[in-house]
Every structure is written in C-alpha cells, then in structure tokens.
C-alpha cells in the first residue's frame, strides 16, 4: 500500500512540476483580463512607416490586387501585403476580432462590412481617421453615414451595394401597364392584371429574401424603412413598436397571407430568389445588383433575358428606402505603422483607384459621379437605377451588439411571416429585445 | 499504452522476485517511480490539452462582460465576477428557453439518429457479412457516405431538400424542409443516419468476422436456423463491438452542429443544438455563457458516456477484462488469458507478466 502511494506521489509532484514549468514556459499563465491601458481614442495619431498588412474577404475579380500592385510599386519601403479571409462574413469577423482582442499587429487595415462599424469602434478595434482623411463630400452620403460612429469617421467606404427591383417588363407590357409600379398598392394592382394574363399563368407576384438569415434583416428593414419607421432612432434606441413599423412588417406579413409571394418564399435568399425570377416565376423581384449579370445572360441560360428591367423598391407612398450593403477599410490601432496604413488607405479608397478598378469590378463605387460616366453605364446598365437606390438608401441599424440585434430581427420577423406570432406580439417582442441590447 | 505501461526489462532482472502469483499494483520501489517518470509526459500533454482548456472554459463561465457603453460610446473591456449567475441563466428567461430547446433537440437528434443508424448498421453488417462476388466493391461503396465531410453532406442535402429540389419532386410534395418546423428536425435525421449508419455498419461487421466459423458450423448441425444464429451467436458476440460503436455515435451526436448548421442554418430553433448554441453566443462575444453552454455540453456528454458505460456494461478501454484477470490466482489467470487471448485485447504488459509467472 505504502508502495503504491509513494508511486502516487511521485507521479503527482513530476507532473505538477513540469506542468508548471510548461505554463511558465509557455506563456499562458493566465487568463484574467487586466484593466487595459486603454489609449484615448481621439488622441490617436499616425506615425511609423514600413510594410502593412491588408486584411479582406475575397476579390475574385483582381481588381484590388491592381490597386495594391501599384502601391507597391511606388512605396518599396512601405509594401501592402494582401491577406484574404475565408467567404463567409460570419469567420471574417471571428478573425479579425479575435486578432483584435489579443492585439495582434498581423492584420493592419482591416475591410470592414457596413455593419460592423458600430461594433468595432465601440470596442476601439480600429481607429477614428483624420477629419480630411477622405473625401466625404464626394461620396454617397448614405456610405459615409455607414462609416460612421457617434459624430467620427472611423472608415473610409470603400465599395457599396443597394436593393434593385426587378421586374418583368415583356409583362407589364402586355397587361397595359406603362410604368413599373413604385408602391406596394401598385404592385398589388399590377399583379392581378398580370397573373391574369394566359401568359402568366403559375407566376407569383413578388419575392425578396426571407429565410432566417441576415438577407431578413434586410428585407425587414427596407419595409420598415419604406413605411416610414425605423429600428432603432438616431440615438440608438429601438422604435420597433411604432404604427409605420408594424405597417412594414404587415407589409411582409401580408404578403404571405395573400399569396403575393410563392409561399417557399420563406427558404429564399439571393440564389433561390434568381431561379425562380430566371425561370420565369415570379413578376417582380427584390434582390442586389450582382445579379443583372447573370438574368441578363442571352446564352440559353436565363428566360428573361431582354423581358425584364430594373428600378428602385417600392415603397407605402413612394419609392422604398433600400438598406446599405458595401464595405469600408479602417485602421487598426495596434499596428506599428500607422503612417503608412492612412497613407494606404486614403490612395486606396481615392476617386482615382475607384475609377480604376471599375474596369475589371463590378462592385459599385462610393463616388457618386462614377455612376454616371457614359464608360461605365455602357458596361454596367443598372448603375443610374442603382444610384437613385443608393441616394435614398439608409444603413441597418447603427448598433454596437450587432450581431446580437440581427439576431433578434430575424427571430421575430420569421415569427410574425410564418405566422408563428401575430405582428403586435412579435413587433413588442422584438423591442423589448433591442432594447434590452442597446442598453 | 502499451509502451508505457511495459515494465522496463531491467527493472525485472535488477530487482529480483520469488515466483508465484503476484498482485497488481504490487511493484518494488524502483519500478514504481520508474512507471511515474514514464508516465509523467502523457500526463502532462493530457494535462496541457485537456485539463487546462476545461478549467480555463469553467472559469471564463463565472465572468461576464459588463454591459453598456460609456458615456463615449465605448464598451468597457471589464469582464467582472459573477459567480454562477450564467449558469442559473440557463434555466429562466430568454436564455433559459433556448437553452432548454437545445437540450431538448440535442438529446432528440441523439436518440432518434443513434437508434436508427444502429438498427440499419446491423443490416448493412449482415449483409455485407456473406461471401458474394462484388463485395470489396460494395464495402467500400458504403463506405462513402462516412468519408464525405459532414460540411458537404449537409450541402449535398440542402441541395437535394431545398423547395424545388428532388425530394419535394419524388414525393410531388411542397414541403419546406429548410423553414422552421418538423420537416427540418426529418431532414437533419435523414442525412445524419445517411451519414453515419456505415460506420457502425463497418465496426459491426468487423465484430462479425473474428466470429469463428465452427460456431456456426455446430449450430447448423445442432439444427439452428438462421434467426436463431443470429440471436443466439452473431447478437452476443458483436454486442462488445456494437456497444463501443453506439457509444462513440451518441458522444458525436450529442456534439451535432455542422450537419444543422449548413443543412438548415443557424438560428433556426427547431434544429438548434448546444453546441450550435454555445458558438453563437461566443460569436456574439458572451464569452461567459457561452463557456456556461459548453461546460453544460460537457457535463451531459460525459454523464451519458459514464450510464452507458455502466449499465451497458460498454468496455471501452478493455480496463473490466484486466480487473477479472487480477482478482484470478496465477495458474486461473494464465488459462483466462489463453481463453480471451483470440478475442480481447490484451495488453502486452500483461501477457508478459502471465508469462513471467508461468
């Protein structure tokens, strides 16, 4: 017995010993976050110069290889290495916010989506620019709106994207209706004189994207935008219980109920949505731009190739509100060369660069004279549709809890247009959420 | 295993022993430390791999970020103590409710999955247990489902359930498996048990074919016909096997998240498991709860593992068979030995050691 207890002992105390010293050695001692010397934001300036890394999600078109390509090869002191981050939006942001919180000076300028804005600048992840660091008066003001947290610019917009409405003109056409309609009343009416037609037969009216997914948060918005409400003020708190709210998500509610939609509506995102709208299935649809390209293939592959055009959403009186889509680039604050990470960013988001990478990308510009240069409208038809969509357009809600606010979106909103909760119950449900996250 | 736990030669010769039967457990002074010392790296890789990320994961569990920004619109970085407050969370509110139906998903998926897959894996194993021309091929094409990545799976399965997709065509039906609702509990089920049924079909079949022929032999003589061979022989003898596959489909069902998560999508409530839950709140940076979930997942998988083992009598690690083998004197333990040489796995260790007191 005494044996086998001194056997105990010594494996004990061998293993603690070179336990301890591997967690010395090693360097992960602890895990309790001390009090960060936490740098006054505002006081932040650029200084030091040398090789930056780029940090983005994808650019299959190559076009910000060329921007940075030129960079360095004007800077050779000051080289742009460019990291790319996996497709999903979901991982980039896990990346770049774990680089973030343990400080790491590996990813110097960060492509931010529109919607992390908030997050990142309240957490003091990226650093407030330079009041003339970009030329805000030129650009869109919906995207500098978006890069944008309490008063300072902490990004510089760098690509945008809107909501397009769809719509299949061959049609309205052919059921006498001159324009495409521009409230949903008028779609309403359209509808039934066009599902009326011989032509039409098995066609839906209208789809956006519902499925439980950041595309509801969108479409959600944009019908909230566009009967007048909001999800959260200017100050940042919710107003989700108000009358124009709750005609918004009537609006999608509704929708369901009467059959205006194709009722698998309700599993659609983008992809689904251009299927159905490229098989000839649906009259009227709402989706991004990307996809023009593909409806407008004349190699056998679309049926409504040349049938069909484009305008702004609709809304309850007017035009609809669209959301913002679109990225900025920011600065990380623990990057030793911030000098030459503002010096990269002003040359990359310049009207120039933009220009420039026009002819190989399809991603809209910030600068709103890009969209109507003769050049470019040849090449990419939907851009003056687009910038009308763009200069009415608002961005989803400015919150720091982002994540967990579209949450809480989508939560509710599916619940209201599966009819899982009537819009009241869930409409209250939801505010008392957001509420609870922006407090 | 093996290595480490192999007395070392020397030790045997240096320190001599009477012959005869020896305890377990009953070493000389010098053998034991030089067993600890041995086994002190293992330990300690378990320890740096193991232990710490678990302590590490309760304790973030007991922090909180504090909530709420200052008066600049920042966010304190200032995680404070909160005790079990995340724990007891999980039981009220919002919280506690998705919690709950996590729990409830995760333990559906689990039982419905395991049993199925079970039930087909025994039929894929008996068939596949015949001599017939083409069966490397068919071994190997059942085999397939297992070796696609689960990721791919659930988009080849999302492909096939999506609302025009051939599912609702063979059916002629509409049914919206990727919305909320019952379908997309059936769906998740259908492409797990695709998934994972060949592989308890292959550790079956692998326990089927150390089943000697002459016992079958004597059973046809004696007149057995083949329900009562199979209850009667094929049943008890792969039951060891089986148990150990069952076991391993129920601690990876209990961890379901990829299959879910591309085949329906996150936040969904009806196919929402813990696991599903815990990356989403550390996705919402909730680092304590959702170390609270996982501690939580933790505690219900090895609870599970530890009943199943228990009441089932699963021998995992072959540890019941070494157990019977010390309490038997030396010349019982030698013909024990020679009896399960065939079938368990003995270590080497031991095998010497009934050799050394021969």
Redesign the interface.
Do not use: C, I, W
């Given at each position: 017995m005494r044996q086998r207890r001194r056997t105990w002992q010594t494996l004990l105390a061998t293993t603690a010993t070179l336990t301890v010293a591997a967690v010395a050695l090693t360097g992960c001692g602890g895990t309790a976050t001390e009090a960060k010397s936490t740098p006054k934001a505002a006081a932040a300036s650029f200084e030091g110069k040398g090789p930056i890394n780029y940090v983005s999600n994808r650019d299959a078109s190559g076009a910000a290889n060329k921007s940075i390509e030129e960079w360095n090869a004007a800077h050779p002191e000051e080289k742009v290495t460019f990291i790319e981050l996996p497709d999903s939006a979901d991982q980039q942001r896990q990346q770049l916010i774990q680089n973030a919180q343990i400080k790491s000076d590996t990813f110097s300028v960060l492509n931010l989506d529109v919607v992390w804005t908030s997050e990142f600048a309240a957490n003091k992840w990226i650093l407030p620019l330079p009041a003339d660091a970009v030329p805000t008066e030129k650009m869109i003001p919906a995207t500098v709106n978006a890069a944008t947290y309490r008063d300072s610019l902490v990004g510089a917009p760098y690509y945008t994207d809107g909501a397009l409405f769809y719509f299949r003109s061959d049609l309205l056409k052919a059921a006498g209706i001159a324009a495409p309609p521009k409230t949903w009343d008028e779609m309403k009416t359209a509808c039934k004189a066009i599902l009326a037609l011989p032509e039409a037969a098995g066609m839906s009216c209208y789809t956006g994207q519902f499925d439980k997914n950041e595309a509801l948060t969108v479409n959600f918005s944009e019908a909230v935008a566009s009967a007048g409400g909001s999800i959260v003020d200017a100050d940042g708190k919710p107003t989700v219980n108000t009358p124009e709210a709750k005609e918004g998500l009537n609006l999608l509610v509704n929708g369901f109920k009467d059959g205006m939609f194709p009722s698998d509506a309700i599993t659609y995102l983008e992809e689904q949505g251009r299927r159905a709208f490229q098989d000839g299935k649906l009259v009227f649809m709402r989706n991004w731009p990307f996809l023009h390209a593909s409806l407008s293939a004349t190699d056998g592959s679309s049926k409504v190739a040349g049938k069909f055009d484009i305008t702004s959403i609709p809304g309850t009186d007017g035009p609809g509100v669209s959301t913002l889509g679109g990225r900025s680039l920011a600065i990380s604050p623990f990057t030793p060369n911030k000098a030459t990470a503002l010096e990269f960013v002003k040359f990359f988001t310049s009207e120039e660069q933009a220009q420039k990478r026009l002819a190989l990308s399809s991603r809209a510009p910030v600068y709103a004279s890009l969209f109507e240069d003769p050049a470019v409208v040849a090449k990419r038809p939907f851009f003056p549709t687009l910038l009308t969509s763009l200069n009415n357009a608002q961005p989803r809600p400015k919150v720091v809890q982002y994540g967990a606010t579209t949450k809480a979106i989508q939560e509710e909103a599916y619940a209201a247009i599966t009819g899982a909760k009537d819009t009241d119950t869930a409409l209250n449900d939801m505010q008392a959420k957001l509420t609870e996250l922006t407090k | 295993m093996t290595t480490t736990t192999a007395p070392p030669a020397g030790a045997q010769t240096g320190t001599p022993h009477a012959p005869g039967p020896r305890k377990r457990?009953?070493?000389?002074?010098g053998e034991?430390?030089m067993?600890?010392?041995l086994?002190?790296?293992t330990?300690?890789v378990l320890?740096?791999v193991i232990v710490?990320p678990l302590l590490?994961a309760v304790?973030?569990s007991l922090f909180r970020a504090e909530?709420?920004?200052d008066a600049?619109?920042?966010?304190s970085?200032?995680?404070s103590f909160v005790g079990l407050a995340n724990y007891a969370d999980l039981f009220v509110g919002?919280s506690g409710r998705r919690f709950l139906n996590a729990f409830a998903n995760t333990t559906f998926f689990t039982v419905t999955t395991v049993f199925l897959e079970t039930v087909l894996g025994l039929c894929l194993a008996l068939a596949m247990n015949r001599a017939f021309r083409g069966r490397p091929f068919l071994r190997a094409s059942i085999l397939v489902p297992w070796a696609v990545p689960t990721a791919v799976s659930g988009l080849l399965w999302r492909w096939i359930f999506?609302?025009?997709g051939i599912a609702n065509t063979l059916l002629g039906s509409?049914i919206?498996w990727?919305?909320?609702g019952n379908a997309s509990k059936l769906a998740v089920i259908i492409a797990e048990v695709w998934k994972t049924a060949p592989f308890i079909g292959l550790l079956v079949l692998a326990g089927m074919q150390v089943i000697p022929g002459e016992v079958y032999e004597a059973a046809r003589i004696d007149g057995a016909g083949w329900w009562r061979q199979l209850g009667s022989i094929t049943l008890p003898l792969v039951k060891p096997t089986l148990l150990v596959a069952v076991l391993f489909r129920m601690l990876d069902a209990l961890r379901m998240f990829d299959l879910p998560f591309v085949l329906i999508?996150p936040?969904?409530e009806s196919v929402e498991t813990l696991s599903m839950l815990a990356w989403?709140e550390s996705?919402?940076?909730r680092y304590g709860s959702a170390s609270a979930f996982a501690v939580m997942l933790f505690l219900y998988v090895a609870v599970v593992a530890i009943v199943f083992a228990k009441v089932l009598g699963a021998d995992v690690t072959g540890a019941k068979e070494l157990k019977l083998l010390s309490k038997k004197t030396a010349r019982k333990n030698r013909l024990a030995a020679n009896q399960t040489q065939a079938a368990a796995d003995l270590s080497n260790a031991d095998q010497k050691k009934a050799e050394a007191t021969r």
């Open positions: - | 457990g009953h070493r000389s002074p034991g430390r067993a600890a010392m086994l002190s790296p330990l300690l320890a740096l710490y590490s304790h973030q909530s709420g920004l600049d619109g920042f966010v970085d200032v995680e919002e999506q609302s025009d509409e919206l990727t919305a909320e999508g936040g969904k989403d996705n919402q940076l």
